[in-house]
């Protein structure tokens, strides 16, 4: 699967990594689907979830998905 990303956007303190998960997230899969397409554990997963919420202040991941569309974050 080929993930673009806006370059500006991965100096928002989002790893690309991070920002993977995020589009796979805004796609509707689930932790475990999500797991798997990127071989990591599905714990790792929620962890990426849960620091980016923290990381840009939000209180749940649909606050990171809309302003990752906002901020047009995805390629």
């Known amino acids: 699967m080929t ?3 806006n370059q500006e956007h991965l100096q928002s303190n989002i ?6 998960v995020l589009q796979l997230i805004s ?5 475990k689907e ?3 397409k990127l071989f990591i554990s599905r714990l790792t997963v929620e962890t990426h979830r849960r620091n980016m919420v923290k990381r840009m202040g939000f209180k749940n991941a649909y606050q990171l998905v809309v302003w990752a569309f906002k901020e ?3 390629a």
């Open 3 to 5: 993930i673009l990303v």
């Open 27 to 31: 796609l509707g899969f689930s932790n």
């Open 72 to 74: 047009r974050v995805f």
């Open 15 to 20: 790893s690309a990594r991070e920002i993977e």
């Open 34 to 36: 999500i797991a798997d």
